[in-house]
């Protein structure tokens, strides 16, 4: 399936350390997203990766992709206390397919 | 700023009873979506709409329709509630798909936590 797969499902990091995860997908894809969500609320977009990029910043994020791998990562550098959350990669082929992974759950301890 | 509403943040409803979930987006948004969330599956989607009175079923329609009788309104309505259907609901929008941008971000709402007894 077109689902992306987040790994790890938990990540606990201190302040100040980088975060890295990552995302798998199984068929080719058009772009890739990737989302944020604080507990019990909605998803907030954070970035696109247009598949003939391979790399992406914003900010304190570093998103790559690999088609040849079916893979992306998400860096965030020098991670804050306000960064835990739960992260989603999403892919999608067109318009309305967008399929979003289970998620990778990020605890930053001040 | 992009606003999408719903109309509940947390909801109780009995097995058997008609629930009608409401969304509203003020940014002229021709796609509309309904998600559920639940833990381990992540975001499911159950059924989108391009446009008004247009609807096409996600991955898991079952037990579930939609209404989209304005633009900016789409309505998710659980025929006869049942306890497989307690979740989190996240309503979503965005706009025309821009093919030379392959650009489609969704612009989420805060989500509906509905239980059913």
């Known amino acids: 399936s077109q689902q992306g797969e987040e790994d790890p499902q938990a990540l606990s990091i201190q302040e100040g350390e980088n975060a890295t995860m990552n995302c798998s997908y199984k068929t080719s894809i058009n772009n890739l997203q990737w989302y944020r969500q604080n507990s019990g609320r909605g998803l907030v977009h954070l970035i696109l990766?247009?598949?003939?990029?391979r790399e992406k910043h914003s900010g304190r994020l570093r998103v790559t992709l690999d088609t040849s791998k079916k893979s992306s990562s998400l860096l965030i550098t020098a991670s804050r206390a306000a960064d835990t959350a739960s992260y989603f990669c999403?892919?999608?082929?067109?318009?309305?397919?967008?399929?979003f992974g289970a998620g990778t759950r990020l605890t930053v301890k001040p | 700023d992009v606003k999408v509403t719903q109309s509940s943040r947390y909801l109780v409803k009995r097995t058997g009873e008609k629930v009608f979930l409401e969304c509203v987006q003020d940014?002229?948004?021709?796609?509309m979506f309904w998600y559920r969330q639940d833990p381990g599956l992540g975001l499911r989607l159950i059924y989108f709409s391009y446009d008004v009175k247009m609807k096409e079923k996600g991955d898991i329609p079952e037990g579930y329709s939609v209404s989209r009788e304005k633009k900016e309104r789409f309505s998710l309505i659980l025929e006869s509630a049942s306890t497989n259907q307690t979740s989190m609901y996240l309503c979503a929008s965005s706009p025309t798909w821009d093919r030379d941008q392959a650009y489609n971000e969704q612009f989420f709402g805060p989500g509906t936590r509905l239980t059913v007894l």
């Open positions: 999403a892919t999608s082929k067109n318009n309305n397919d967008m399929r």
């Open positions: 940014m002229d948004h021709e796609n």
């Open positions: 990766i247009r598949s003939n990029e």
